[in-house]
């Protein structure tokens, strides 16, 4: 890997080791404060909000900037997020300006490896992005699990810091402090980031457009290049799966805690933990996938996702925590081996086709999108009295359904625009020996 690339991974992994923490820690806020169910299932459609709303605008603004600079703003306002918690504000307000946070800060954060890398690595970088990413969930998961137990506010309280009748004060805010010094080290980590010799792509073409029709430009050009990705016969299918993946996963962080509590009996601390074993299969998987799959191989790996959702389905007859355990690994293991090539090659034909800001934010609008909706309709679910043990099987029902029409679509493709993909393969295949 080249120089900068270790910095990258660096400021990844903190940045996402609180976001992951702060997730679990909201939770807690929530249960704390007697708020509804519903509120703390809406956390997770709440962090997508920005994804969505700033997609067009995000992608644009991270191929104009240099890229490090974009995560270092990004990560203050995460960290600001949280200082609004902090003060008082509502977890879910809070947590929105957390989300535009991390909107900004994921097209720079994957732009960056198209930059910085040569095809031939994608796969590779995607896989250590990926991993150490997964290895930052279960420590941020763990961490904001144990941060919220009781045990560690007593000990922490006992050690009379400085500030600790204010900041330090309740068991919410002892968590809240730790996590904004630990965005302010990833802030930090960004401005050692390496600037590449990529060509800065302007936000808008045109000078004199005025501030309103700048912003209809740059709609415009998103939904162009959100056009590319899914007319592209290749960008279409990994565009599809990674939607589908992200959005179903993004909700099952909120579900898992839920169904441990509903149907295990576990606390919130004891329930992170659980999380953390889903991350531990999905390491596992995205590790193993860049060992095994080349970048002209990715579309190979769909019918793990079929799998992937007939293991959740299972979940509904379990009620043991060991067996329970084994099926999140195997869980986390199928979507870990998926969703890395399928990652890489969406990446790969975004970059060759609009830069790598723009199809990161395609990517992220799609994925956020759906993470949303589906945030939404779990949401309106749990108001009217569904149970978690439903929501879960209902995911597993909604992934194998969803992937089996994800695997016809490419097989239809093949039929009907085989000398199409055997030439973008072959192109694939090119870049890859080029670069080696």
Same mark, same amino acid.
């Given at each position: 890997?080249?120089?900068?690339?270790s910095?990258?991974?660096?400021?990844?992994?903190?940045?996402?080791? /609180?976001?992951n923490? =702060?997730? !679990? #820690?909201?939770?807690?806020? $929530?249960?704390?404060? +007697?708020?509804p169910? %519903?509120?703390? *299932?809406?956390?997770?459609?709440?962090?997508a909000?920005?994804?969505?709303?700033?997609?067009?605008?995000?992608?644009?603004f991270?191929?104009?900037?240099?890229?490090?600079?974009?995560m270092?703003f990004?990560?203050?306002?995460?960290?600001a997020?949280?200082v609004?918690?902090?003060?008082?504000?509502?977890?879910?307000?809070?947590?929105?300006?957390?989300?535009?946070g991390?909107?900004?800060?994921?097209?720079?954060?994957?732009?960056?490896l198209?930059?910085?890398?040569?095809?031939?690595l994608?796969?590779k970088?995607?896989?250590?992005?990926?991993?150490?990413?997964? /290895?930052?969930i279960? =420590?941020? !998961? #763990?961490l904001?699990?144990? $941060?919220v137990?009781? +045990?560690?506010?007593? %000990?922490?309280? *006992?050690?009379r810091?400085?500030?600790?009748?204010?900041?330090?004060?309740?068991?919410?805010?002892?968590?809240?402090?730790?996590?904004?010094?630990?965005?302010?080290?990833?802030?930090?980590?960004?401005?050692f980031?390496?600037?590449?010799t990529?060509?800065r792509?302007?936000?808008?073409?045109?000078?004199?457009?005025?501030?309103?029709?700048?912003?209809?430009?740059?709609t415009?050009?998103?939904?162009?290049?959100?056009?590319?990705?899914?007319?592209d016969?290749?960008?279409?299918?990994?565009?599809?799966?990674?939607t589908?993946f992200?959005?179903?996963?993004?909700?099952?962080r909120?579900?898992?805690?839920?169904?441990?509590?509903?149907? $295990?009996?576990?606390?919130?601390s004891?329930?992170?933990?659980?999380?953390?074993?889903?991350?531990?299969?999905?390491?596992?998987?995205?590790?193993?996938?860049?060992?095994?799959?080349k970048?002209?191989?990715?579309?190979?790996?769909?019918?793990?996702?079929?799998?992937?959702?007939?293991?959740?389905?299972?979940?509904?007859?379990v009620?043991?925590?060991?067996?329970?355990?084994?099926?999140?690994?195997?869980?986390?293991?199928?979507?870990?081996?998926?969703?890395?090539?399928?990652?890489?090659?969406?990446?790969?034909?975004?970059?060759?086709?609009?830069?790598?800001?723009?199809?990161?934010?395609?990517?992220?609008?799609?994925?956020?999108?759906?993470?949303?909706?589906?945030?939404?309709?779990y949401?309106?679910a749990?108001?009217?009295?569904?149970?978690?043990?439903?929501?879960?099987?209902?995911?597993?029902?909604?992934?194998?359904?969803?992937?089996?029409?994800?695997m016809?679509?490419?097989?239809?493709?093949?039929?009907?625009?085989?000398?199409?993909?055997?030439?973008?393969?072959?192109?694939?295949?090119?870049?890859?020996?080029?670069?080696?």
């Open positions: 890997m080249k120089p900068g690339f910095t990258i991974m660096s400021a990844q992994f903190f940045s996402s080791l /609180a976001d923490a =702060l997730f !679990v #820690v909201a939770v807690e806020a $929530l249960r704390r404060s +007697a708020a169910q %519903w509120e703390s *299932a809406a956390l997770v459609p709440m962090f909000l920005f994804y969505v709303l700033l997609a067009p605008f995000v992608g644009a991270a191929d104009a900037q240099p890229k490090g600079r974009v270092f990004s990560n203050a306002i995460k960290a997020g949280c609004m918690m902090l003060a008082g504000c509502h977890p879910l307000l809070a947590y929105v300006v957390v989300g535009l991390a909107a900004a800060y994921s097209p720079a954060k994957y732009g960056i198209t930059e910085l890398l040569p095809p031939s994608l796969v970088a995607n896989g250590w992005i990926e991993g150490l990413t997964i /290895a930052s279960i =420590l941020g !998961v #763990v904001g699990g144990v $941060l137990s009781d +045990a560690v506010f007593d %000990w922490v309280h *006992a050690l810091l400085v500030g600790h009748t204010g900041f330090f004060s309740t068991p919410i805010q002892a968590p809240l402090a730790c996590i904004i010094a630990i965005y302010a080290l990833a802030a930090l980590i960004n401005c980031i390496p600037r590449t990529a060509t792509q302007p936000m808008w073409h045109g000078s004199n457009l005025g501030f309103v029709g700048s912003l209809r430009a740059m415009q050009d998103f939904a162009k290049s959100n056009r590319q990705l899914w007319n016969r290749l960008g279409q299918i990994s565009l599809a799966t990674t589908l992200w959005g179903a996963s993004g909700n099952l909120y579900i898992v805690l839920a169904w441990s509590g509903a149907v $295990l009996g576990l606390t919130t004891q329930a992170s933990a659980l999380l953390g074993v889903v991350a531990v299969g999905t390491a596992v998987g995205a590790v193993l996938a860049t060992l095994r799959v970048l002209q191989r990715a579309t190979s790996v769909l019918p793990l996702g079929a799998l992937m959702g007939l293991a959740a389905i299972g979940l509904h007859w009620d043991q925590l060991p067996v329970a355990m084994t099926v999140f690994i195997v869980v986390g293991f199928l979507g870990g081996y998926m969703v890395v090539p399928m990652n890489a090659l969406l990446q790969h034909r975004g970059h060759t086709l609009m830069g790598a800001g723009r199809s990161i934010a395609v990517q992220n609008f799609n994925e956020q999108a759906c993470i949303l909706l589906l945030g939404l309709l949401v309106l749990t108001k009217f009295g569904m149970g978690a043990q439903a929501a879960l099987t209902a995911f597993g029902v909604l992934v194998l359904g969803v992937t089996l029409l994800i016809a679509w490419h097989r239809r493709n093949i039929r009907t625009h085989g000398r199409t993909l055997a030439r973008l393969l072959k192109l694939i295949r090119q870049d890859h020996h080029r670069q080696d």
